[in-house]
């Protein structure tokens, strides 16, 4: 099944498009990289399928009940959080359900058992197994410490952390929201070799789609399985790894170029 589907979708900026007529399907495993040069729309096609930014033109239809991340360049929001706080605000979601549970539980110790509670019990239970049980904290400082922060780091305030430290932060809050639909903007900045090695090897092993935008060609040829590739306001996707659509745009290119030089000598 589709995680996401995108059909026509246009988007225009002061009148003229900034792209439009782009189609595709992901479904789970997919990992697309976008291709363009800058000023194309990648980041604005990451923003509105995060929800952010509105299409003027296609649709988009989402798997029922797909939780979407998008990591770019702003810094984290929100101030008074330690990093750990922050990349756990990404699962509020299991820290409501973890609540929820507890005070079931003392109702339950206290006599209730009404049909109600037993049922809100099961349903909060089954929520927090499908997610990983109550291991999902471990989960998520894996993504931490894969990221490079270390144990010292985990309470300090978001304020102490450089540029750079504050942009892995972030990407790691992406990561630990166990996203359907993950969108990474230039998710290699201020990555060192160890940390790039891990995140590739993370994505690849990601039971998600993912849509990825980065200048790093080998980056994009280890993790890539498919590129969209926008320009001049059209897209065209390719269905296949990085090395394989460089070489069929290459082809495509020097097929172009004969064209036009066949053109002019006529």
């Known amino acids: 099944m589709a995680v996401v589907t995108a059909s026509g979708i246009g988007i225009h900026l002061g009148g003229e498009p900034i792209f439009s007529d782009v189609s595709f399907k992901l479904t789970r495993g997919d990992r697309m990289t ?9 980041s604005t096609l990451l923003r509105i399928l995060a929800g952010e930014a509105s299409n003027d033109s296609g649709s988009l239809a989402f798997q029922k009940g797909a939780r979407v991340a998008l990591h770019d360049q702003r810094p984290p929001r929100g101030s ?6 922050y990349v756990f605000t990404a699962r509020s979601d299991l820290i409501e359900t973890e609540s929820l549970l ?4 003392k109702r339950m110790s206290e006599g209730d058992h009404s049909e109600q509670t ?13 997610a990983g049980g109550y291991r999902w904290r471990d989960d ?19 304020e102490t952390f450089s540029g750079g430290e504050l942009t892995r ?11 359907d639909l993950l969108l990474l903007d ?9 940390t790039l090695e891990w995140l590739e090897g993370y994505l690849k092993g990601l039971d998600a789609a993912v849509v990825l935008v980065a200048h790093d060609r080998w980056f994009l040829e280890s993790v890539g399985t498919a590129v969209l590739e926008i320009e001049a306001g059209r897209s065209r996707y390719f269905s296949g790894p990085w090395h394989a659509w460089r070489r069929e745009y290459a082809a495509r ?10 053109q002019q000598a006529e």
Do not use: C, W
Not at 80 to 85: A, E, H, P
Not at 151 to 157: A, G
């Open 140 to 158: 998520v400082l894996i993504v931490l410490r894969g990221l490079g922060f270390s144990e010292q780091q985990f309470d300090r305030e978001l």
């Open 186 to 194: 230039e998710p290699t900045n201020h990555l060192d070799i160890s």
């Open 169 to 179: 932060a972030s990407l790691a809050r992406a990561l630990a929201t166990g996203a």
């Open 118 to 130: 037993m049922r809100s019990y099961s349903q909060a239970q089954q929520k927090l197994e499908v």
């Open 102 to 105: 507890e005070t079931l539980e």
């Open 80 to 85: 008074g959080f330690t990093l750990k706080q």
């Open 34 to 42: 976008l291709s363009g040069r800058n000023g194309a729309g990648k």
């Open 253 to 262: 290119q020097l097929a172009l170029g004969k064209a036009i030089e066949k």
